[in-house]
């Protein structure tokens, strides 16, 4: 796994590579912590390499959309492939996060 | 040969080994994902979350690392056992869905849904939809050879039965029921625990105990996100 953070027209990008598991959240977290100290307001996860989410990378990002709400910042998700929407989908996730299929809409999202 | 033939010629294999590598992740990307979604139709008649399969698919992983199984078997298990019960697919609605207190034909009927699951998969060459027959089969045997369909017992039911069977159990166990109260996550571990050689292989039991703290991750994790979803009322 690796996460890469990148600041485009404003928004801060992560882009997360790898399964996000049960063994590869604890570095992940850390990243989230380092993003909402730095009170980023408008946030994009990239998931286009992102190939499997266990129950411990659903709740990763479950309180990671709660931190960032907890100071009036707003996540979105963009290029998800097909087998985790399908997890997002099936836990009803995706009833919760806003999802786009490219980074550009998500950004876009934000304006 | 030149070198820069040779190396003309190494691009070559590398970009067309890139390209089945590319191909091969597509097709294993397809079936995961096809997996999933067949599961998700069989947890909608159920009225299941589609947590459990998540949960299913986590625990039975756990237990696999902790028999230290090749990484290939892990992944098998890891997308085969959310189909555990797709066999409920062909049960009918006024048996699958009934509350409580199933008359003993109507039991039977919903045992059914063991070999129903298997005969879906049957013949199949993939070994991901080979190791899916395995756990739809046998996900109900029991190590004492009191489970059903088939009625196996110790190592003759497929491993990747016995993994699932106490995945199933455990996340039946912690999990409420129209019938019944979740149990903690300690007293369910006990009830794992007194069917050790019973209803579960020990060295599955084994473990699913060396993987404790893992498992314990888990359910709190899969906890926080009902939570959060009901709290969303979605």
Redesign the interface.
């Known amino acids: 796994m690796n996460i890469r953070r990148e600041k485009k027209n404003g928004v801060e990008v992560c882009y997360v590579s790898g399964e996000i598991n049960?063994d590869t959240v604890a570095d992940i977290k850390k990243v989230f912590r380092k993003v909402m100290d730095d009170k980023e307001k408008k946030v994009i996860l990239n998931l286009e390499h992102t190939?499997y989410i266990?129950?411990?990378g659903?709740?990763?990002l479950?309180?990671f959309y709660?931190g960032l709400e907890a100071y009036g910042a707003c996540l979105a998700l963009s290029n998800i492939?097909?087998?985790v929407s399908?997890?997002f989908?099936?836990?009803?996730?995706d009833?919760?996060l806003c999802m786009y299929n490219t980074e550009k809409e998500a950004i876009e999202s934000f304006k | 040969m030149g070198e820069s033939r040779y190396f003309e010629y190494e691009k070559k294999i590398q970009e067309a080994y890139d390209e089945l590598k590319r191909s091969y992740q597509e097709v294993k990307d397809s079936y995961t994902e096809m997996i999933f979604r067949l599961a998700l139709v069989a947890e909608y008649r159920d009225e299941a979350t589609g947590t459990h399969l998540v949960r299913i698919a986590d625990y039975s992983t756990e237990i696999a690392h902790g028999l230290g199984l090749p990484d290939k078997d892990t992944e098998y298990i890891k997308y085969a056992s959310p189909m555990h019960d797709i066999g409920k697919l062909i049960i009918p609605d006024d048996i699958l869905k009934k509350p409580a207190g199933l008359t003993p034909e109507e039991r039977e009927i919903m045992k059914k849904h063991a070999k129903l699951g298997a005969d879906i998969f049957q013949d199949s060459r993939s070994p991901l939809l080979k190791a899916a027959r395995d756990i739809c089969l046998t996900h109900h045997e029991r190590y004492d050879g009191a489970g059903y369909p088939l009625g196996l017992k110790g190592d003759d039911i497929p491993l990747y039965g016995r993994i699932v069977a106490l995945a199933d159990v455990f996340d039946a166990l912690t999990s409420v029921r129209p019938y019944k109260k979740a149990f903690g996550f300690d007293e369910a571990v006990d009830m794992i625990k007194e069917e050790n050689g019973g209803h579960f292989d020990p060295k599955i039991v084994k473990a699913f105990i060396g993987r404790i703290d893992k498992i314990k991750e888990i359910w709190q994790a899969s906890k926080d996100i009902d939570q959060f979803i009901s709290e969303k009322g979605v």
Do not use: W
Not at chain 1, 89 to 93: E, L, N, P, S, W
């Open positions: 049960i190939d266990d129950s411990l659903l709740s990763t479950l309180a709660k492939v097909p087998k399908t997890i989908r099936i836990t009803k996730v009833r919760v």
